[in-house]
């Protein structure tokens, strides 16, 4: 009993020491503690990505780059799940963890997880049943029906893996964790590119070993999240009592602030669709091999300014859930310095050296010329997207579910879904790109009004009200 008593004490000090943190460390410094090791993870996860890609395109050739463009649409669907309940539940558990409520931010916690796994099951069982209908909607010719089923079907079976070790991440980083997330989201990675080499090139298994490798990694990656969540020292943990008598009421408020990432992520899915037919058309399958080229690349220059954003959003939750709302405010601001300024430096960096790197996947000429131009063009107004990043994840954080999702479906419904079907029309497969930099253009103004709305809300009274 003494030994228990010992330990309580040694946890509440911990807890005692991350809430001093979140509440008196300088903001920028706090916002480079959770985004740095955010960032690596995603740097890792991206090099994984962008490693996958290279094994394929070097030893399955330019079918098999195109092959994996067709099943992406499934796997940013996966990614959508997965953001639903790690979004939804690290805000809640952020926000409930700022304000001492330990039992309310468990209960989250543990139905997040039991989401998860049964979110997987379903797509798994469903997808399995519906592979080559849901292949040939993404734009699969019959050439390529045989190699990218191949793909996705293992891709599939793992779909628990994928959803719970993605979300993981978000869950540990709203438990003041950040080190842990990124160490996670390495491991997972560094285990993806050696058992790549070993299936792709050792065993000559072509994309069947992508995916295998894929999945095995993923698994792994949760087995090392799931652990955390045991350790002694760790500030939450998750509770069977909780599974077992689920309770719809936490449920729908996990739901309510993760179905904005998630529309914005089924929104995603679809243009993604409509793009790869678009492409299909005018660029054949050669210009699904420079697009699946560039979404690959997109993972390293564009997807860890996200990690700005998922660092700043239980920041401002936890802040906010403290009552010390000038300190949100302070976040917001800086948060968007930082991911202007990434997004500055990676947008250049595609400017320059977009041949030299869809070189590192591919020489053949063809993809080289729609690729290279279609790439420059993708990045040219990437420096907009920072300002939906830190509004999504200023509404996200807050806990303002139904703004955060009003600002996603305007920037899809309104902007990307009508450009990618009207630009072609005139500027053929030039204006399947060029729907990036116009779409991230108009987003930014309407994220910049929404952002306005949210700064002068937290300066009011009616802000101290925490539902």
């Known amino acids: 009993m003494k030994g228990r008593n010992i330990i309580t004490k040694i946890n509440q000090i911990k807890t005692d020491s991350a809430r001093q943190m979140m509440h008196e460390e300088k903001t920028t410094k706090l916002l480079l503690r959770f985004a740095l090791p955010s960032m690596f993870g995603m740097i890792a996860g991206a090099i994984y990505n962008i490693v996958d890609r290279i094994f394929v395109g070097q030893y399955v050739g330019s079918a098999g780059l195109a092959a994996i ?14 953001l ?18 330990r039992r309310a931010a468990e209960q989250v916690l543990s139905h997040s997880i039991m ?11 469903i997808g399995l049943n519906f592979t080559d209908e849901l292949l040939r909607l993404s734009g699969a010719s019959e050439t390529l029906l045989p190699i990218a089923g191949d793909y996705m079907r293992i891709i599939l079976i793992g779909a628990p893996f994928a959803l719970t070790s993605f979300a ?14 990124m160490t996670s989201q390495m491991f997972g990675a560094l285990t993806n590119i050696i058992l790549d080499a070993i299936f792709i090139v050792h065993f000559k298994m072509g994309i069947a070993g992508a995916a295998l490798g894929t999945v095995l990694a993923q698994g792994a990656a949760t087995i090392f999240g799931l652990i955390y969540f045991t350790l002694k020292n760790t500030p939450l943990r998750v509770r069977l009592h909780f599974i077992l008598r689920p309770k719809l009421k936490i449920i729908k408020k996990i739901v309510a602030v993760g179905s904005a990432p998630f529309i914005m992520q089924i929104a995603f899915v679809l243009l993604v669709t409509i793009m790869n037919r678009k492409i299909l058309h005018y660029g054949g399958e050669i210009g699904l091999s420079a697009f699946g ?7 390293l220059l564009f997807l860890p300014a996200f990690a700005i954003g998922d660092a700043a959003q239980p920041i401002i939750g936890y802040n906010y859930g403290a009552g010390l709302h000038e300190r949100a405010i302070e976040t917001i ?29 591919s020489s053949d ?13 993708g990045y040219s107004g990437l420096v907009f997207f920072g300002l939906p990043i830190i509004t999504n994840a200023a509404l996200q954080g ?29 500027l053929g497969f030039w204006g399947i790109w060029a729907t990036f930099p116009i779409g991230d253009f108009l987003g930014a103004i309407v994220a910049f009004f929404f952002l306005r709305r949210i700064i002068r809300w937290l300066k009011t009274p009616e802000a101290l009200i925490i539902k």
Do not use: H, W
């Open 69 to 82: 463009t067709t099943v992406f649409p499934v796997m940013v669907l996966m990614i959508a799940f997965s």
């Open 168 to 181: 993981l991440n978000s869950l540990i980083r709203a438990c003041g964790s950040p080190r842990y997330a």
């Open 333 to 361: 601001k800086k948060s968007l310095i930082l991911v202007t300024i990434f997004y500055l430096f990676t947008s250049t960096l595609a400017e320059i050296f977009a041949k030299q790197m869809m070189m590192l996947f």
């Open 115 to 125: 989401l998860l796994v049964l979110i997987g099951c379903t797509i798994a069982i």
């Open 84 to 101: 639903l309940v790690g979004v939804g539940g690290s805000s809640r558990i952020a926000i409930l963890y700022g304000a001492k409520r």
């Open 398 to 426: 807050l806990g303002k579910a139904k703004e955060s999702l009003l600002l996603s479906t305007m920037r899809q419904g309104l902007f990307m879904f009508p450009l990618v079907i009207i630009l072609p029309r005139f």
């Open 293 to 299: 080229v560039f979404f690959s690349i997109d993972s």
């Open 365 to 377: 000429p063809e993809l080289l010329a729609l690729g290279v131009p279609g790439m420059r063009i």
